[in-house]
């Protein structure tokens, strides 16, 4: 356990419908990100925030996924009108701003019927 | 830009042999490597890192890795393997700024008793 708690782990879900998850990092750690990890892949960049400020979104973020970080503490992580091509492990990693080191929860699988 | 490259996607050993999982990185200038282990339903653990001090690093369970800048590697090493070692394993590279981690698409290593 590294700290790093995500809700739910699992998420089971229709095509169309809207799901947020949430990630509770260690509280020290000022900067936060999220990865998505499809099967039989590694972890890909999402999107990160340094306190409350969302610094950096990737490519892979469409306008139906949105983060927030209200206070610099807990993230949110929601995704609109759900497709099948969602459905992936959503992983949350914090860490200080000096530091190369993440620290990951153990995620949330999302499945999209 | 930076990228990682693992050279196996599947590595089978007997228990008690030498284990080496290989890794390539990519990177226009001096990057901070890892490794990661992700046993079935369980987060991603830090193996152990580099961050440019000894280019010989060592991390928990037994596992070692050396940093080969001529050779553009990474790879991990452990003398005995154990049934326990199991698992998919992820070589990273960090990047500057955002510190985002990129992920190789991993190395599942089955031990055999």
């Known amino acids: 356990d590294t700290g790093v708690s995500q809700d739910p782990r699992h998420k089971i879900t229709k095509r169309g419908q809207n799901v947020t998850f949430r990630c509770d990092p260690i509280?020290?750690?000022?900067?936060l990100y999220w990865y998505r990890q499809t099967l039989g892949q590694g972890p890909e960049f999402l999107t990160y925030f340094q306190n409350e400020a969302q610094l950096e979104k990737s490519r892979l973020l469409s306008d139906r996924f949105s983060a927030e970080r209200p206070k610099g503490s807990f993230s949110t992580l929601e995704i609109q009108r759900t497709e099948q091509g969602d459905s992936a492990m959503y992983l949350c990693a914090t860490t200080w701003s000096n530091s190369y080191e993440q620290y990951f929860g153990p995620g949330t699988r999302l499945t999209v019927t | 830009a930076q990228s990682v490259t693992q050279l196996d996607s599947h590595v089978s050993v007997s228990e008690g042999t030498p284990v080496l999982l290989r890794c390539n990185y990519s990177s226009s200038y001096s990057p901070s490597l890892f490794w990661y282990v992700q046993h079935p339903n369980k987060g991603l653990q830090l193996l152990l890192k580099y961050t440019s001090a000894a280019t010989l690093v060592k991390g928990i369970n037994g596992f070692e890795a050396e940093f080969k800048k001529s050779e553009t590697s990474f790879h991990l090493t452990k003398p005995s393997a154990h049934m326990s070692d199991a698992a998919e394993y992820f070589c990273v590279v960090s990047g500057t700024g955002r510190r985002a981690l990129t992920f190789g698409s991993g190395t599942r290593l089955q031990v055999q008793p």
């Open positions: 509280s020290e750690h000022n900067r």
